[in-house]
């Protein structure tokens, strides 16, 4: 059971790695104003990214190789910190898990923008992948 436990363990370690390093180019694959550039940075810093690990190990338990899926876990992540930055605004909360709220840190137009962004990434993340999946076939599972 340890050694099973240990090696799901750096797998997902390695996965977030790697899918920490791909959110970090995704500001560089597609343009986004420069005045922003550390905001990006800023709101996608943190996270278990829980959401996007939990796709790649789905998408390499139905047989497709994980880093076919890597595009689609990040517009989730995305899409997610989006949600978290515009509900937090929202809300009016100042703190999330004890730490400053991102539109408490960068001001509240600036989380509205750049939430929008993150949005308007993830939709872009999902398109190139959608476009990418058809020309190159990769297997995709139609859920009926």
């Known amino acids: 059971m340890a050694l ?5 363990k750096i797998k997902l370690f390695n996965k977030r790695r790697i899918l920490n390093q791909q959110l970090s180019k995704v500001s560089e694959q597609f343009y986004i104003p ?10 996608v810093s943190d996270g278990k990214r829980f959401r996007p ?6 998408h390499e338990l139905f047989g497709g190789k994980w880093r076919d899926a890597l595009p689609l876990a990040c517009a989730i992540e995305l899409l997610h910190k989006a949600s978290l930055v515009h509900d937090d605004l929202v809300d009016g909360d100042g703190l999330r898990r004890g730490k400053e709220a991102f539109w408490k840190t960068c ?3 600036q989380a509205v923008i750049i939430g929008d962004v993150l949005i308007g990434l993830s939709f872009e993340l999902v398109n190139q992948w959608c476009a990418d999946s058809y020309e190159n076939n ?3 599972y139609k859920v009926s």
């Open 4 to 8: 099973t436990k240990n090696y799901y």
């Open 34 to 43: 420069p005045a922003l550039h550390s905001y990006y940075k800023s709101a």
């Open 53 to 58: 690990l939990l796709l790649l190990m789905t």
């Open 107 to 109: 001001g509240e137009k």
């Open 138 to 140: 990769i297997k995709v």
